[in-house]
């Protein structure tokens, strides 16, 4: 199983699939991508993730009607990720027969007899090669036209996810459940990450009394948390990226930026008009690294799968730990502005369909941390149940139309417009 979890500052406020409750459960909605053959840039990755499929095509040609090729192709494919090429299927077909013809052309040339022509049509422009006689000659020199280019802005540094560090002299710190990886230049901005990591991870050693959270963050692996030195495709304004899998090898990644590493202009505004700051950054931390920590401790206990909530479950309650249990201003000045969100626009949470899976949900988690008690949001989570609405329904122990009853009176309750 590998996922993605990216988080840009409070989430998407348009365009993002939404999710709802209906009165037969809990649904949600999501965009679904689909693929023909398909290769997963993953460096240095050996053998296939678990979720993967492999699929194998025989193609068999005669030519000339005196010889026989057949060629098996083994295509490997995961799930949509970072680097997903398809090959339709004619230039596939063209690129066998071209293989095929190779072949039977070497054998002709050690035999002295004509080279078998393709009898289809050529879809580019057809070459000879004749029978090697002498031992070819040296490459020409390059020519200004064909020198390289400049090295790119990123290294050829590729991590098991198969993204790529900027250029650099990397180092790192290592703690017991993760490790910071970071350019020399950010040494200072390394060690105050090192602290938030340190914060974070003892509140949820104490939210979670009762589990072993230090064996639970190195099982299958600890997490490596990479601090850029500039944006990247994982982290930018207002975005950071956990990609983890439990496959084969299994990995955990955490792309963070510090704000300080932004340009001025880059640093306002997040999605309730703040700048990005060290309080953001500690949020940053506590949502990716606390996500983790939830569908670690789902995965070891419960029923069903995190990964598999809807988005204001999955991501509202990585916010909720956030907001919670990294900073006095998030807990204080921040989550009120998310709750401002709904003061001013009830509409936000309707039917259980929401405007914004971070914001909003992270209210919605903190309704149920309320109204039901927090234990009771952790048997959610925990619960034996094999689908996130019978988790819901059993825990709970409300169904939908009952659950929406509550919500409803718990916001005029305590989010009354302003």
């Not at 693929?35 to 194998?56: D, E, F, H």
């Amino acid at each position: 199983m590998t996922g993605v979890d990216m988080t840009s500052d409070g989430g998407p406020s348009a365009g993002s699939p939404r999710t709802r409750f209906t009165a037969t459960g809990w649904v949600a909605t999501a965009s679904v991508s689909s693929m023909s053959i398909s290769t997963r840039r993953a460096g240095g990755q050996k053998g296939l993730n678990p979720s993967s499929t492999r699929s194998t095509a025989a193609v068999g040609s005669s030519i000339g009607g005196k010889a026989g090729v057949s060629i098996g192709l083994t295509v490997h494919s995961d799930p949509p990720g970072p680097c997903v090429t398809s090959l339709p299927r004619a230039i596939l077909a063209h690129m066998i027969r071209m293989v095929a013809l190779g072949f039977l052309g070497l054998a002709a040339c050690t035999a002295g007899a004509p080279v078998p022509a393709d009898p289809r049509p050529p879809t580019v422009a057809p070459t000879t090669t004749p029978c090697p006689t002498t031992a070819p000659a040296p490459p020409a020199a390059p020519t200004a036209a064909s020198t390289p280019s400049a090295e790119p802005a990123l290294s050829p540094l590729r991590l098991a996810s198969g993204a790529e560090l900027p250029a650099g002299n990397w180092k790192e710190i290592a703690l017991r459940t993760v490790v910071i990886h970071y350019v020399e230049e950010q040494a200072a901005e390394a060690e105050r990450f090192r602290k938030y990591f340190v914060d974070v991870h003892a509140a949820l050693a104490r939210e979670f009394a009762g589990h072993d959270l230090d064996a639970l963050m190195r099982d299958p692996v600890v997490c490596h948390a990479y601090l850029m030195p500039v944006p990247t495709r994982y982290a930018g304004p207002g975005q950071v990226t956990s990609l983890t899998s439990y496959g084969n090898p299994p990995y955990c990644e955490l792309h963070l930026i510090a704000a300080s590493a932004l340009p001025d202009a880059k640093r306002c505004c997040t999605v309730v008009g703040e700048r990005r700051d060290e309080a953001s950054d500690h949020r940053g931390v506590a949502h990716e690294y606390g996500g983790v920590v939830l569908g670690r401790l789902n995965r070891h206990n419960a029923g069903w799968r995190f990964e598999r909530a809807p988005g204001w479950f999955l991501q509202g309650y990585e916010e909720y730990i956030a907001l919670t249990l990294s900073n006095d201003h998030s807990r204080t000045v921040t989550f009120e502005k998310y709750k401002d969100l709904l003061r001013a626009d009830p509409g936000r949470v309707s039917w259980f369909s929401v405007t914004n899976d971070y914001t909003d949900g992270a209210v919605l988690i903190h309704f149920i941390h309320e109204d039901f008690g927090a234990s009771k949001l952790k048997a959610v989570l925990l619960s034996k149940e094999k689908t996130f609405s019978l988790a819901m329904a059993k825990e709970l122990g409300v169904g939908p139309e009952q659950l929406t009853a509550r919500w409803t009176a718990w916001r005029k309750k305590n989010l009354p417009p302003k």
